[in-house]
């Protein structure tokens, strides 16, 4: 690579031309790249000694001129020591000598290509990745991070027994792996760094044995009702019922709820398997947050009486815990109205109610999902339906190409195991105990509102 400094050969209307940076390279398919780039620098041609590029004693304005030119041939070494050491590619070059941002270091290209291009979700994962990898290996927080350091495979390995020593889990630290990679492969794909990441097998750490899944049973959950003694308790036990109910969905979903669409008896009635739905029920599109980029099929959700009337009760305490905060949705079947990628504020709503839970209960909110799968196990429903209840995608190669799953019998199995399930786990009994928790934290004003959306609960 050739970097040199050349008139643009055009003259402004004061008669001074641009100096521009000439870049000449020849890749390693011996391709030629030729770029111009201006630097900014004008001045008359007739004032300057183009064996040195040095602005003569002519120019009246000799000393800032100089200056800016010494600033341009420091930037040209600096471009050429960085190509020729590798820290540095083609494009970098290009990159650094038009004044852009500097993509040398890790830290740089999370803050600003992947946050340009990625989810606010993803971009956090890769920072709190990177402050990670910090921490492991005793770095100062602001210290940079270049790409070298974050391929190489000493630190690698160093990051990964301090994360062991330290008690993180193997599954937490291949996943870390796993978006390391994903960082390094798109400075590559996008021609910022030389080399394409292939993570050393030698690296990734063995699966431990699985853990004892936890599920609840009706009556450990009856049992954390009579217990609870503060409406915060109450609260979590409720989001937890919801979660439960609404087919094992997870916080996030629970919050996207806001989003989804309701339907009653307007689905199109010329799609025989759509068709269905216009029963009279209420029903959910919802598509789970965590698959909502994957080809997951979307849940179509039946709502009895109760969900709405369990939902409204608890936007009712939250008004209560939560004034002037503006995080409840007026939807009917929505309870929070709130940016999920807000990460703090989604924590600090969620945080105070999983430590509550787990005083509770003895459980967290995931295990919503497993007892709903667990009891479905239990009633010997299909893998396939299990599988559309949870709004996981097909499995195997004979599901995935040959069984279509949007038909009309089998999803008239999917309402009905979802029927079996709330009432095997006593969803309606349970929702009603815990009504009767809830009210005793309820102003008399409140207490009447509560009453009319009772009524409203079919054979309460």
């Given amino acids: 690579m050739t970097i040199t400094l050349r008139f643009m050969n055009v003259t402004d209307r004061y008669g001074r031309d641009t100096i521009r940076y000439d870049i000449s390279h020849t890749?390693?398919?011996?391709?030629?790249?030729?770029?111009?780039?201006?630097?900014?620098?004008?001045?008359?041609?007739?004032?300057?000694?183009?064996?040195?590029?040095?602005?003569?004693?002519?120019?009246?304005?000799?000393?800032?001129?100089?200056?800016?030119?010494?600033?341009?041939?420091?930037?040209?070494?600096?471009?050429?020591?960085?190509?020729?050491?590798?820290?540095?590619?083609?494009?970098?070059?290009?990159?650094?000598?038009?004044?852009?941002?500097?993509?040398?270091?890790?830290?740089?290209?999370?803050?600003?290509?992947?946050?340009?291009?990625?989810?606010?979700?993803?971009?956090?994962?890769?920072?709190?990745?990177?402050?990670?990898?910090?921490?492991?290996?005793?770095?100062?927080?602001?210290?940079?991070?270049?790409?070298?350091?974050?391929?190489?495979?000493?630190?690698?390995?160093?990051?990964?027994?301090?994360?062991?020593?330290?008690?993180?889990?193997?599954?937490?630290?291949?996943?870390?792996?796993?978006?390391?990679?994903?960082?390094?492969?798109?400075?590559?794909?996008?021609?910022?760094?030389?080399?394409?990441?292939?993570?050393?097998?030698?690296?990734?750490?063995?699966?431990?044995?699985?853990?004892?899944?936890?599920?609840?049973?009706?009556?450990?959950?009856?049992?954390?009702?009579?217990?609870?003694?503060?409406?915060?308790?109450?609260?979590?036990?409720?989001?937890?019922l919801l979660m439960f109910g609404l087919r094992g969905m997870y916080n996030s979903d629970i919050v996207a709820l806001k989003d989804a669409e309701v339907k009653q008896d307007d689905f199109d009635t010329k799609n025989p398997y759509l068709n269905l739905f216009n029963d009279g029920h209420i029903y959910i599109i919802h598509r789970r947050v965590k698959t909502k980029n994957r080809s997951n099929d979307d849940l179509i959700i039946r709502v009895d009486d109760m969900i709405p009337f369990l939902i409204q009760i608890t936007k009712i305490l939250f008004l209560e815990t939560h004034k002037g905060q503006r995080i409840l949705s007026a939807q009917e079947l929505a309870l929070f109205d709130y940016d999920l990628n807000d990460l703090t504020l989604h924590k600090q709503v969620w945080g105070r109610y999983q430590k509550k839970l787990t005083k509770i209960l003895g459980y967290n909110f995931k295990t919503a999902r497993k007892t709903y799968n667990t009891l479905a196990t239990e009633l010997e429903i299909s893998e396939t339906i299990r599988r559309i209840l949870l709004g996981h995608s097909s499995v195997g190669v004979n599901e995935r190409h040959y069984t279509n799953r949007r038909t009309i019998r089998i999803s008239e199995k999917v309402q009905q195991a979802h029927t079996e399930i709330l009432e095997d786990f006593q969803f309606r009994e349970l929702s009603m105990m815990l009504y009767k928790k809830m009210i005793n934290f309820l102003s008399d004003k409140d207490k009447k509102r509560v009453t009319k959306l009772l009524s409203r609960v079919s054979n309460a």
Avoid: M
């Fill in 27 to 240: 890749d390693i398919q011996k391709k030629k790249r030729r770029k111009v780039i201006s630097t900014g620098v004008k001045v008359h041609t007739k004032d300057i000694d183009k064996r040195s590029w040095r602005v003569k004693s002519t120019s009246s304005n000799q000393k800032e001129l100089n200056v800016a030119l010494d600033e341009c041939k420091k930037k040209i070494s600096t471009a050429l020591t960085k190509f020729e050491t590798k820290q540095f590619t083609y494009l970098q070059v290009v990159s650094f000598l038009k004044g852009e941002v500097d993509y040398g270091s890790v830290d740089k290209y999370i803050e600003t290509v992947i946050k340009d291009s990625r989810t606010t979700q993803t971009y956090n994962d890769y920072r709190s990745i990177l402050k990670a990898f910090k921490k492991h290996l005793n770095y100062e927080p602001k210290r940079q991070v270049t790409f070298q350091e974050y391929a190489s495979y000493e630190l690698l390995d160093k990051f990964k027994r301090q994360a062991i020593n330290n008690g993180l889990a193997n599954t937490t630290i291949n996943s870390y792996f796993g978006k390391i990679r994903a960082v390094l492969n798109d400075a590559f794909d996008k021609g910022y760094i030389y080399d394409k990441f292939t993570l050393n097998r030698n690296l990734r750490l063995p699966a431990r044995p699985s853990k004892r899944i936890e599920t609840i049973t009706s009556e450990e959950f009856e049992e954390a009702i009579s217990k609870a003694n503060d409406i915060y308790e109450v609260q979590a036990l409720a989001l937890y």
